[in-house]
């Protein structure tokens, strides 16, 4: 018979116990048989082996299954999974959840830079992001991001820091690895981009535009699902990221690190949700910079502003895994603690189910996370939020809800722990007894066309650097 065609059963007599299976004849007459066991297996996964069976260089196959008088034949490549897209989902109510944190998590496991923060491990340790795109998607996370942000080529050259691939190089290999890990799942593939080194040293919209294009071009050739522009501090460059993205055709969601002060010019989160819808956002929000709720917060503002002015969006947050309510209008990059300090302020895992419910209530439906949050955390948005997705995430297998578990535990007060009432009420103690509750933010006032922060290719000078301390030491004494 013709090899691509194939006998399959519809996914819906999976509950009869149904399995695919393969005879299969190699050019040496050799029999040897396979079979597939679909009753738990989503059909991207049965397509994906199959694919992986054809591959092989065997001259004829025969395939069937234990009960042929409920086969479907069809064509292989007819069976290739069709997913709805990000506003396809939001539109019919559905609950997206977001992936967590690839920068920060990739630097304690020693694959990303500190200061530099680009992703170049895309390319030299694949497997490190394959595996973290992985612990998302078991988490219950349904969308991979790619792992872009500061993949711009004026970021991978920049105060002494020189990467020696090219940016195109880093987002194919981004694209590749989350689309490999999404297709084994119900997961879509969002495109990434973020601010620029060239917007803060004053280049112009053409120039900033053209940076994004290239990120974009190689979106566009690997045919993500959807676009993100998120990590803008000015609502300014955000839209003209947005304009970019909106020339593809393809769904646009827009995110600023702003809490609800506003953007580093003063643009309240209404204000910037207005000019991001219509620019041309389909879905806007915010992402890092601040807490959980923070975050929610200024969410609420940006819907309540959309709402005033008429328009319809989609809402999304990804705060930070970091409590931070001493935070100014900077967020927790003027924290002293940042970046390799931040450990006492985690969120614990029932924190962030507390962060899912308020993120629901006040109409927010795609949800996830960005520095600090791990696997556990969004798994905790995803059991928080089972009730209305339908389903918990595989992770779940290993973790029963509140804490049940350890009823299994050697230890008597261990046992008296697995409930939910002691888990909520729970108020965790740093074990830092010298430690401040709260820090004092270095707010510089440091922000675009600033002198300091504008950008070159050469390393930072000793005197570069004795006059940033000398203007910290002045930040200082008038905090």
């Known amino acids: ?56 260089q065997d001259s004829e196959f025969e395939w069937g299954c234990c009960c042929c008088c409920c086969c479907l034949h069809v064509k292989l490549e007819d069976m290739a999974p069709t997913k709805k897209g990000v506003l396809e989902r939001l539109n019919a109510g559905e609950v997206v959840i977001g992936d967590g944190g690839f920068v920060f998590a990739l630097e304690k496991r020693g694959y990303v830079k500190a200061g530099p923060w680009t992703p170049e491990a895309n390319c030299t340790h694949p497997d490190a992001v394959r ?28 105060r002494g820091w020189k990467v020696s691939l090219t940016g195109q190089q880093i987002n194919e290999a981004a694209c590749d690895l989350a689309r490999e890990v999404a297709s084994e799942g119900d997961a879509l593939v969002a495109g990434g981009i973020c601010q620029t080194p060239s917007y803060l040293s004053c280049k112009s919209e053409t120039e900033v535009k053209a940076i994004f294009k290239k990120q974009v071009d190689v979106f566009i050739k690997k045919n993500v699902d959807f676009l993100i522009a998120e990590y803008f501090e000015h609502v300014e460059e955000a839209e003209w990221a947005v304009q970019v993205l909106k020339t593809t055709g393809k769904a646009v969601a827009a995110c600023m690190c702003i809490g609800p002060e506003g953007d580093l010019n003063g643009v309240s989160p209404g204000d910037c949700a207005v000019r991001l819808v219509k620019a041309g956002a389909q879905i806007v929000g915010v992402n890092c910079h601040f807490d959980p709720m923070t975050c929610v917060e200024a969410v609420r503002l940006m819907k309540e502003g959309v709402e005033r002015a008429g328009l319809k969006a989609h809402y999304m947050v990804q705060p930070l895994a970091y409590h931070t309510p001493d935070c100014n209008r900077q967020g927790f990059i003027d924290l002293p603690e940042f970046p390799f300090a931040l450990e006492p302020r985690i969120l ?56 049940k578990g350890l009823e299994m535990h050697t230890k008597p007060w261990v046992r008296a722990r697995s409930r939910k009432d002691y888990w909520e009420g729970l108020r965790p103690s740093s074990g830092r007894p010298d430690c401040a ?21 050469e390393a930072t000078s000793a005197q570069e650097i004795q006059h940033l301390l000398e203007m910290q030491r002045k930040a200082k004494s008038s905090a």
């Open 348 to 403: 614990t895992r029932w924190d962030m189910q507390k962060y899912a419910r308020e993120a629901y209530r006040v109409g927010i439906r795609y949800i996830g996370g960005c520095c600090g949050f791990e696997a556990y955390h969004i798994r905790a948005l995803a059991e928080e939020l089972a009730p209305e997705r339908g389903f918990l995430p595989k992770a779940s297998e290993k973790h029963d809800l509140w804490g």
């Open 1 to 56: 018979m013709d090899p691509v065609q194939a006998v399959v059963l519809r996914r819906d007599l999976a509950p009869f116990g149904c399995t695919i299976c393969l005879d299969k004849y190699s050019s040496s007459n050799q029999q040897s048989f396979w079979c597939y066991d679909i009753r738990t297996t989503h059909l991207s996964g049965i397509y994906t082996w199959l694919l992986q069976v054809y591959s092989t």
């Open 437 to 457: 509750t709260m820090s004092h933010p270095e707010g510089w006032g440091v922000t675009k066309g600033h002198a300091d922060l504008l950008q070159h290719a």
């Open 131 to 158: 595996q973290l795109h992985r612990e998302f998607l078991r988490a219950g996370a349904n969308v991979m991001q790619t792992f872009t942000f500061y993949a711009s080529d004026d970021k991978l050259v920049n």
